[in-house]
């Protein structure tokens, strides 16, 4: 059973850079086929994809993001990370990280980044 | 950017309705859609992916369908465990782009 797992600060200063990273067991992100993603939910408000790595490194972000994201993978560690530079409290939400194929067959718990002075 | 649309945007339905929710694309999409239900607190859940898959374990009141830019999820027999909001995402451009989200509540 492949699990995601979240971690990362819970709170962050504005014009900081944002940093999580998805720990994925039961699996491995080496085997390809797969494209690891990042997902947010603002407070009481709807899903936004912000991007995604394949397990070559190849990236593709939201193109409303772009300019602030980073996704990075760690095949050795079976991990991959995302950093969102300048944040501001517009991006306070709820992260998600999630394996894509046809769909988004597994999901992490979710981790609540608040930006906040 | 290929842009999804959801209607409605809220549903009153009462348990045994039949409900179908659209999902338009701004683009032809084939059948690359999936559709996911969101309870308050809860990680999204996948019910239904390339259009008309059902995911293993979900109920068989859950059906999708269409093709190219509308698509359709409905649920045949509304239960009490089904009153959620539900999206739909399509994965056919690099950039998997969500609907807006339609929120099914008690009549």
Do not use: M
């Not at chain 1, 990362?8 to 494209?35: E, N």
């Not at chain 1, 993603?37 to 190849?58: A, C, D, F, N, T």
């Not at chain 2, 059948?31 to 239904?48: E, R």
């Amino acid at each position: 059973q492949v699990q995601l797992q979240e971690s990362g600060p819970g709170l962050v200063k504005p014009s900081q850079t944002l940093s999580l990273t998805c720990t994925v067991s039961g699996g491995s992100i080496s085997s390809g086929g797969y494209y690891w993603s990042w997902i947010r939910q603002h407070p009481g408000k709807g899903l936004e994809w912000i991007g995604y790595i394949y397990y070559s490194g190849s990236t593709y972000y939201n193109p409303s993001l772009k300019s602030r994201v980073t996704i990075s993978v760690d095949t050795s560690k079976n991990q991959f990370s995302l950093k969102l530079s300048s944040v501001t409290a517009a991006d306070t939400a709820v992260y998600y990280c999630a394996r894509v194929r046809a769909a988004i067959d597994y999901w992490g718990q979710g981790t609540l980044v608040t930006v906040s002075s | 950017d290929i842009q999804v649309t959801q209607s409605p945007s809220f549903l009153s339905a009462s348990v045994g309705d039949r409900v179908t929710i659209t999902c338009r694309a701004s683009q032809d999409i084939s059948t690359y859609l999936a559709w996911y239900q969101q309870n308050p607190g809860k990680v999204p859940k996948l019910l239904i992916y390339d259009a008309s898959t059902l995911q293993s374990g979900v109920p068989s009141r859950f059906s999708g369908s269409g093709s190219g830019t509308e698509f359709t999820l409905t649920i045949s027999s509304l239960q009490p465990e089904d009153f959620a909001t539900y999206y739909c995402q399509q994965l056919d451009s690099y950039s998997f782009t969500f609907g807006p989200g339609t929120k099914v509540d008690f009549k």
